[in-house]
């Protein structure tokens, strides 16, 4: 299958380099010629596990390239994917879809044959029938039909997921555009991935209802373990208890400082903002986006009440900058609400990640960025784990404790044993236990 990808970020990179190693023909298409010039150089421009061997290996086979002219990638397409961003808008939280209907205007403009337009990006109900509208105004003539197909990619684990989905979701009622797509994605059906057709309204919504799900358990066993706290509990065995229940389940029921990242901020918020358009007010969801929004801030405040109550002139070691481990993506991470609520209270911080220093520094200013977990420590009043790397996991504790001016650690994901913590000299405050 001849296969296009507009928008070359991390949806689009991913996906076009799995269905390039699939056996496809994949042109991946972006407005950023820099982007461009990076990818053909073999530069990720956003670090992902495996995705620079993968997209080395189909560029070499001669099933993916890259490039800035839409309409020469579209050409003779059976599908194209439209995988751009659709931010949070500024001043009323609904979707941007600017980037959208701009890419499916041209993409009518470029149409030849019978092709099947595929929304990939996370886009409110009803986009799919604006994305007909504007292809069809561009393109009276045109054979095409349109379809949704919403990503279930994890960051830090997006190629295996894409190769071993739990389900693929096509939303469309046109049988044309429904056999393309079973074409597109057969090799995962032969290994079993169930394909779930649905209308293309239902498969928009499908997307913000899993990710607001999922922010609801984050959100749920974070106030659980305030509650834990108080009553004297452990949070980590709560959630075992609770997640052996097969109704229940265990993914999702790690406390912690609140959920960030590309997806669930603004997927719930854009699920909020088109509930009250159709008048179907979503309020457990709401109470989610409030309670995760203010916890941030109170993680910071945790780590204050921790070093005493003040921190003015006091120098706080935090490890871990990105929303999770295993990517460099910055967006909503609670880091950037705790340095801040730091640096309000008059701290100075160091700071250490192992990928995500570069998009830190576009969010974060006054932080002191360090080589290594170690020398991120020397001479701190505090150490504040914000992100479970692997590389944080197994500290050297006497080393650390050598290195802090006070022994005060904070554990943020709860990553470590209290006993062993305590019986190496240290303060040990953790979330929920």
């Known amino acids: 299958m001849r296969v296009t990808m507009i928008g070359s970020g991390y949806v689009g990179l991913v996906s076009g380099a799995c269905f390039a190693d699939f056996g496809h023909d994949v042109c991946c298409v972006d407005k950023d010629q820099g982007k461009i010039d990076k990818l053909l150089a073999g530069v990720m421009p956003i670090f992902e596990p495996g995705l620079e061997g993968l997209v080395a290996r189909n560029v070499e086979a001669g099933r993916l390239r890259f490039t800035t002219d839409l309409a020469a990638g579209v050409k003779d397409a059976d599908a194209v994917f439209i995988a751009v961003g659709t931010p949070s808008r500024r001043g009323d939280g609904h979707a941007d879809l600017s980037y959208v209907h701009a890419a499916a205007e041209e993409i009518g403009r470029a149409l030849t044959g019978f092709t099947v337009i595929v929304d990939k990006s996370t886009v409110p109900v009803g986009t799919g029938d604006e994305v007909e509208r504007i292809i069809r105004e561009a393109n009276a003539d045109a054979d095409f039909a349109v379809a949704s197909n919403p990503?279930?990619?994890?960051?830090?684990?997006?190629?295996?997921?894409?190769?071993?989905?739990?389900?693929?979701?096509?939303?469309?009622?046109?049988?044309?555009?429904?056999?393309?797509?079973?074409?597109?994605?057969?090799?995962?059906?032969?290994?079993?991935?169930?394909?779930?057709?649905?209308?293309?309204?239902?498969?928009?919504?499908?997307?913000?209802?899993?990710?607001?799900?999922?922010?609801?358990?984050?959100?749920?066993?974070?106030?659980i373990?305030?509650?834990?706290?108080?009553?004297?509990?452990?949070?980590?065995?709560?959630?075992?208890?609770?997640?052996?229940?097969?109704?229940?389940?265990?993914?999702?029921?790690?406390?912690?400082?609140?959920?960030?990242?590309?997806?669930?901020?603004?997927?719930?918020?854009?699920?909020?903002?088109?509930?009250q358009d159709y008048e179907a007010p979503q309020r457990i969801v709401e109470a989610v986006v409030a309670v995760n929004d203010n916890r941030k801030r109170a993680m910071g405040r945790k780590v204050i009440a921790a070093m005493g109550g003040d921190v003015r002139g006091k120098t706080v070691a935090i490890l871990g900058l990105t929303f999770k481990p295993n990517t460099d993506d910055m967006r909503d991470s609670p880091a950037i609400a705790v340095i801040q609520a730091l640096q309000d209270a008059g701290a100075s911080v160091r700071a250490f990640d192992p990928e995500g220093h570069e998009q830190a520094k576009k969010v974060l200013e006054n932080v002191t960025y360090c080589d290594g977990a170690y020398q991120t420590m020397e001479g701190a009043d505090a150490l504040v784990i914000l992100t479970e790397w692997n590389a944080f996991r197994a500290l050297d504790l006497k080393r650390v404790k050598s290195l802090l001016n006070a022994p005060v650690l904070v554990d943020l994901r709860n990553i470590y044993n209290r006993e062993q913590v305590e019986e190496a000299g240290f303060e040990y405050t953790a979330v929920g236990r």
């Open 225 to 275: 373990a305030d509650l834990c706290e108080k009553v004297g509990a452990n949070v980590q065995d709560v959630a075992r208890g609770i997640g052996l229940d097969g109704r229940i389940g265990d993914k999702f029921l790690h406390a912690g400082p609140g959920y960030g990242g590309s997806c669930f901020p603004k997927d719930t918020l854009a699920l909020l903002k088109t509930a």
């Open 151 to 223: 990503e279930f990619l994890r960051e830090g684990a997006a190629i295996d997921d894409f190769k071993r989905p739990d389900r693929i979701v096509i939303g469309s009622d046109d049988p044309r555009a429904l056999a393309v797509l079973r074409d597109v994605y057969r090799p995962l059906y032969l290994n079993k991935s169930p394909i779930v057709e649905m209308s293309r309204r239902a498969a928009e919504l499908t997307k913000y209802a899993g990710n607001a799900f999922l922010a609801t358990k984050i959100t749920f066993i974070n106030e």
